[in-house]
Structures are given as C-alpha cells and as structure tokens.
C-alpha cells in the first residue's frame, strides 16, 4: 500500500488507477473550479502520452512534490487519508523549458541588435552567396580570401560605392555579416535540439510542441527571407538604374526584420508564461494575486478593457517599429534632422509626402507607393506611429495607475516598466535623427524597439490565467500540502 500511494503521488495515471484510499472529498477538479471558474483541458482515462509521462513525472517531479513525498513517508496516518487526483493531470512543462526559451529569445535579439549594427556598417552585402552549411567556414587561406573579394568586387556596391577598399577593409565587413549569419544557425541548433528533445523525452504538451515547431520553421524561414532581402541587394540591375543607391529592398529589410520580431515575441513570451506557471504550479502567486484571487479579479470589466488596450498598443509598437524597418532601408534618417518639426514645420508639404514621382502608373493612381518608398513620407510615418505609440503607453500607464486597486499589482509595475522603456526609446530616436544616424545610437534604438515590445509582452502576460496544466498541478499542490498541513 505504502508504495502504491507514493507511485500515486508520483504520477497522476497510476493514482487513477490505484485507488485504495478512503476518502476523497475535494478532487482537483473541483479545486481548480473553485478556483478559476473556468474548466481545466483535462484529459479523459490515461493516453498514451500520459502513460509514457509517468516516468518523466518520476523524474520531474515538482520541489513541493518532493517536500511532500518526504513528510508524506513520515506521516502514515496521511497516507491512509490523503486524496488523490481523480485523473491524470495535464503536462505542465517544467522550468528548464522556459530556461531555455528565454534563452532562445536572448539569442534572438543579439541578432536583431548584430543585424542593424551589419546593416549600419554596410557589411551586409559582403557575402555574395547563401551555403546554408559549408558557409559556417569562412576563408582560410590568402587564396580563398582573394576569390571571396572578387566576388565582391562583381557586386554593385563594390562598383558603385566601395571601390577604393582594399582586403583588410573587405574582411571587417565580410567578418560582420559572417557573424550575423553564424548566430543564426546558431539559434536554429540552441532552439530545434532541446524541442526535440524536450518533445521526445514529453516534457511539453502536444499543443505547445506544435507551436514551437511552428517557430523552428519561422526560424529556417528567416534564414532564407534574409538571403532573399540579400538577393535584391546584388542585383544587376541596380547598375543600369541612374542615381540608384546599392541597398537591400526596404520591402524585404522589414519582412525580415518583422519576422526576427514575431520570432522573439513567441520565444519570449511562451518562455516567461511557461517560468511563471511553473512557479504558481509550486505554490507561487500569480501576478502579485493569490491562487483564489486572479479569477475574479481578470473578469472585471475594467480590467478586461485595460488589456484590449494593452493588446492594441502592442500591436502598434510592432507597427511603428515595422516603419522603423523603412526608414533604415530607405537611409531616410539621413534628412529633416530635426525634432518635433519637418523643415519648419509640423509635416511636409502635401505634394512632397504624396509625391507623382513616386507612381509607377502613368495616370499617377499608385501614389501610395510614397507611404513605403518616398524617405520623406516613410520617416514622417514612423514619427506619426512613434509619437502615437508613446502617447498610448502614457495613456496606458495612467490607467494602470487609476486601475491600481483592481489591477494584478504586477500589471500596474509592468505598465510602469513599458512606460520607462518607451520614453528611452522616443529620446534614442529622437538622438538618432538629430545625430545623423551614429552606428552606436542606431543600433541602441533598434535595441530599444525589442525592449519595449518585451515590456509590452509582459503587460499581456500579466493579464492572463495561468494554464490549465498549470492550475490543475497547483490545485493537487493546495490539496497536498495545504491539506497536509491541516492535518
Ligand atoms: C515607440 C517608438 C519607436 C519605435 C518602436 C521605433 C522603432 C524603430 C525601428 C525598429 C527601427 C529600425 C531600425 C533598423 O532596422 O535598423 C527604427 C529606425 C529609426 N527610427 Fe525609430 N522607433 C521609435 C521612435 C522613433 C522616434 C520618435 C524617432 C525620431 C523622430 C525615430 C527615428 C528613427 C530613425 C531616424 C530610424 C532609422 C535609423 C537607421 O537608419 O538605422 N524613431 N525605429
């Protein structure tokens, strides 16, 4: 009996099927109900991937499992009253997971911050060809450099912009975009072998194993949008167009940049949810709430407008820093130096914003063409969205602050984070444009767009329920040791 009870401490199948204990007054689920009011996704009987879990379960088992497992092996009379779960409980990934995303997203954004610094140093159009894996080897000998120059030296931006740099100078930026492109196969090997991993051994769910399959496929993507965004860099064609400038499509500049940021937003996110879940599996609070607060006090309707809010405003800081990817790709930072007017004034005149020139179309119908390709419109735009987002998180703070008694405390400090953050940004922006782009500025800048998407993800992340694997194990948590404790 001794070890068939602790086998059902241990693992929730085998408590569904040993059941010789006593009494059961409170199931799990019943807790869990109370506590949330919303249903757990529990499973129904024992599938196999639980079964197969069983040993996992064993080998993970959770800091107050083991607490527990101990005090439970002194107390006998315990054992012979203590419930057990009346089915199996959902995988709760364990801390290592969220580790290790947190981990990626790190990754990431050292690339985003390696990119712009590539871009900045126009060291992106050094490499002229795209080897997925002999091109982690760069040139050994002085032969190999010499033939990696001429193929630069073919390139428009050799012919048009570099000619005069001689070998050493074409190693630095060739280095530079080496360097970005090491770190992304680099990301690719730290993200897919411990999802396999993690995903073999179950110690994910099946729906977040497919999530994160989804972002190692955003991953191999990326690698091959870059090269893409690198492509239009090289093109000939460049050569025949006058006054044309050797730069990668601005298109490409910002679905790339775009994709890096969706990529860092799943890492980052998912990991942070996965750490404080964990957390409030093992008895934590949940955002400064206790485990029979945050329900009641998320569905408060003021509570739930403040997060449409917050789910609005992150959208528009990935859509003003989607504008930032224009502006870079288009050097439009390179005129109206000058902050809060345009030449003298608050905008540009209308024919220069929605310049004819700009049109492709001889009745002049695809004027819009001056929101994404005119430097003038492009850097007005991303003031517009810029001053928009840091009056939304203004707004947003202010909220938060009238809010605070109804608020998870959490959220209000988050809010408070994200407002920081963003009043850093606009003052970097603002420097980078009065300074003329500097490398050092720019780059920090583009740093600092990643910082207030983060703050903003953890705003969100502050607003939401834990999971249901995560409730469920906290419910068996308060069970066995609230429960213990009573006795
Ligand atoms: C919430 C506010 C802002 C966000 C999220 C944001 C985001 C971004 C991003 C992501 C880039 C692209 C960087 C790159 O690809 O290298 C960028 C570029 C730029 N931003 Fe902002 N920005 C903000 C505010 C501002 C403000 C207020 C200004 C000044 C008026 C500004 C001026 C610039 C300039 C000049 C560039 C081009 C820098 C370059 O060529 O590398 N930004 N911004």
Redesign the pocket.
Same mark, same amino acid.
């Given at each position: 009996m001794f070890s068939s009870l602790l086998g059902a401490f241990r693992s929730p199948c085998n408590a569904v099927r040993s059941t010789p204990l006593r009494s059961v007054n409170i199931s799990t689920r019943s807790i869990s109900n109370s506590l949330t009011r919303t249903r757990p996704n529990w499973n129904s009987g024992c599938p196999l991937h639980l079964r197969s879990q069983q040993k996992s379960l064993l080998a993970y088992r959770l800091p107050w499992q083991r607490r527990a497992s101990h005090n439970l092996a002194l107390n006998k009379r315990f054992f012979s009253q203590a419930p057990p779960p009346s089915e199996p409980l959902p995988i709760l990934p364990p801390k290592s997971v969220g580790i290790w995303l947190m981990v990626s997203s790190t990754l990431v954004f050292a690339i985003i911050v390696v990119g712009?610094v590539t871009? =900045?140093t126009e060291s992106g159009l050094s490499i002229t060809e795209w080897k997925p894996i002999t091109g982690v080897i760069p040139p050994l000998t002085e032969r190999e450099w010499e033939e990696e120059f001429n193929k630069y030296k073919a390139t428009p931006e050799f012919k048009l912009l570099n000619h005069s740099i001689g070998l050493d100078d074409f190693k630095r930026i060739f280095y530079m975009e080496w360097g970005h492109r090491v770190l992304g196969r680099l990301i690719g090997v730290v993200f897919v072998a411990p999802l396999a991993y993690f995903a073999v051994k179950k110690r994910i769910s099946g729906s977040l194993a497919a999530k994160l399959g989804g972002l190692a496929l955003l991953i191999g993507a990326q690698g091959a949008l870059g090269w893409y965004m690198v492509k239009s860099g090289l093109d000939d064609k460049l050569m025949e167009t006058p006054g044309a400038v050797p730069r990668v499509s601005q298109y490409r =500049?910002a679905a790339h940049?775009g994709m890096a940021f969706l990529l860092y937003a799943g890492m980052f996110g998912t990991g942070l949810a996965t750490i404080k879940e964990w957390k409030f599996a093992n008895g934590g609070n949940w955002m400064g709430l206790s485990s029979s607060a945050f329900g009641e006090a998320l569905s408060k309707l003021p509570v739930r407008a403040f997060k449409a809010r917050a789910w609005t405003l992150t959208g528009l800081?990935f859509l !003003? +820093?989607l504008s930032?990817?224009f $502006?870079?790709g288009l050097?439009?930072?390179l005129l109206y130096n000058e902050?809060p007017l345009m030449g003298g004034r608050l905008a540009p005149p209308r024919d220069e914003l929605m310049s004819p020139a700009y049109a492709q179309k001889p009745d002049g119908s695809d004027k819009w063409r001056n929101i994404f390709e005119n430097p003038t419109t492009v @850097?007005f735009d %991303?003031?517009v969205l810029? &001053?928009t !987002?840091?009056l939304g998180t203004t707004l947003l703070f202010l909220r938060a602050r009238a809010l605070r008694q109804v608020l998870p405390p959490l959220t209000v400090r988050a809010t408070t984070v994200a407002f920081a953050m $963003?009043n850093v @940004? #606009?003052a970097l922006? &603002?420097s !980078? #444009?009065l300074y003329l782009?500097p490398v050092p500025l +720019?780059a920090a %800048? @583009?740093a600092?767009?990643v910082a207030?998407l983060s703050a903003m993800i953890h705003v969100l992340l502050t607003l939401r329920r834990p999971g249901a694997a995560a409730q469920a194990w906290r419910a068996l948590y308060n069970q066995r040791v609230h429960g213990a404790s009573k006795k």
């Open positions: 712009g871009r =900045l =500049l940049l800081v !003003t +820093a930032g990817a $502006v870079a050097d439009a930072g902050f @850097q %991303h003031r810029a &001053i !987002t840091y $963003v @940004q #606009l922006g &603002i !980078t #444009l782009v +720019a %800048h @583009q600092g767009s207030v």
